[in-house]
């Protein structure tokens, strides 16, 4: 019998090099749908306010992010489950966990705090895991678009008009990124970009932050800190919200130090793959995909099953064309087991860049 030999340095710098070192020789999983799985629980409002936002003068139902402070419990439990299901890396419950986003709560001033607080529940879950089996888990700070776009006027009648500017898109990230990281994340991710300059706002903000701690590049092994990037194609066209073919997509992220790049949400597997396959042609860094379970139905809801959406994922594995799999809306940890089972059997896409650090 062959002994399986785990990593025994599970320091922060640990973490990253077994990151790398695992992503050279497997498909990483990524975790599924948060928001799907929240409303399993069916929450009223009292129990997204808790006693601590009980006289809180505004509605809070519905912001998930909240629930880090409030129902740390379920946020822990469903990290745990995906965990479970296969997932090598957790998303922090973090997508709307900015300012920016906040304000249509009236929260503004809790951004740095439940970035903290939902890094720490993942990394909990991360960590027990680890207790419990010896493989390293890791944690990726989830970094939503915003609700205000940078390229594009919601005035009709004003189309010179911006409901934001970079330099606010730049603050509001950066406080989120210093949750994220004081929360203990192993990386960031940027996700469901639907506008590349709110994206490249988030990604300067990144980059500036983590040199100021100088952690872009670990001293110890020469790695970058990991950085993720995910767009979203949002509809037949081809294009993000702010009209980006996948091409110009990739070329206006690849100047930084990615960790991998891809593509998330809108879509299903299906209607994803062939965007995916165009960044995979063109991208020399890891490519990551993490669809939605189909299309949503007349109600909204995802109806396709995990065997199903395996049978469709199967295809980016037999086409080699990605590092990483997850699901997005509608995804539960049975369709990430689903995926964690087929992409057992499968090598992960080969890297033609210098840092993919195939010595690992």
């Known amino acids: 019998m062959t002994r399986v030999s785990y990593p025994t340095d599970h320091s922060p710098s640990g973490r990253i090099a077994e990151l790398y070192r695992l992503a050279n020789h497997h498909i990483?999983?990524?975790d599924g749908a948060m928001g799907t799985m929240i409303q399993r629980y069916q929450l009223d409002e009292s129990d997204y306010r808790g006693e601590r936002f009980a006289q809180h003068p505004h509605p809070v139902k519905g912001n998930n992010d909240l629930l880090c402070l409030t129902r740390p419990d379920i946020i822990r439990d469903i990290h745990a489950e995906y965990i479970?299901?296969?997932?090598?890396?957790l998303e922090t419950n973090t997508f709307n966990a900015q300012r920016i986003s906040l304000a249509d709560y009236h929260m503004e001033e809790l951004a740095y705090e439940i970035n903290v607080r939902a890094a720490q529940l993942a990394r909990e879950a991360a960590d027990e895991a680890t207790i419990s089996?010896?493989?390293i888990?890791?944690?990726?700070?989830?970094?939503?678009?915003?609700?205000?776009?940078?390229?594009?006027s919601p005035e009709v009648n004003d189309p010179?008009?911006?409901?934001?500017?970079?330099d606010e898109l730049v603050e509001a990230y950066t406080e989120?990124?210093?949750g994220l990281l004081d929360g203990g994340a192993d990386a960031l991710l940027i996700e469901t970009i639907f506008d590349t300059l709110n994206a490249k706002a988030?990604?300067?903000?990144?980059?500036?932050e983590l040199e100021r701690r100088q952690m872009l590049v670990d001293e110890t092994t020469g790695l970058h800190f990991p950085i993720l990037i995910s767009g979203t194609i949002t509809d037949a066209s081809g294009r993000t919200l702010s009209g980006q073919t996948p091409e110009?997509?990739?070329i206006s992220m690849s100047h930084a130090p990615l960790f991998s790049i891809g593509f998330n949400c809108a879509l299903g597997a299906e209607q994803l793959l062939p965007y995916v396959e165009i960044l995979a042609d063109k991208a020399p860094m890891r490519v990551s995909a993490y669809p939605n379970a189909g299309l949503p139905n007349a109600m909204g809801h995802y109806d396709q099953t995990p065997t199903e959406m395996g049978a469709l994922v199967r295809e980016y594995l037999d086409r080699g064309i990605v590092n990483i799999l997850g699901g997005c809306c509608g995804t539960t940890p049975d369709h990430i087991r689903e995926i964690a089972r087929i992409s057992a059997s499968f090598k992960p896409r080969t890297l033609t860049y210098h840092t993919a650090t195939a010595d690992l």
Do not use: M, W
């Not at 479970?84 to 890396?89: F, K, P």
């Not at 890791?138 to 939503?144: E, P």
């Not at 988030?202 to 500036?208: Q, S, T």
């Open 28 to 30: 990483l999983i990524l």
């Open 160 to 166: 010179g008009f911006r409901a934001i500017s970079f």
């Open 202 to 208: 988030a990604l300067y903000a990144c980059i500036e």
């Open 133 to 135: 089996d010896g493989k």
């Open 176 to 178: 989120q990124i210093c």
């Open 137 to 152: 888990r890791f944690v990726a700070g989830a970094i939503g678009p915003t609700n205000k776009t940078a390229s594009l």
């Open 84 to 89: 479970a299901a296969g997932a090598h890396i």
């Open 248 to 250: 110009a997509f990739f």
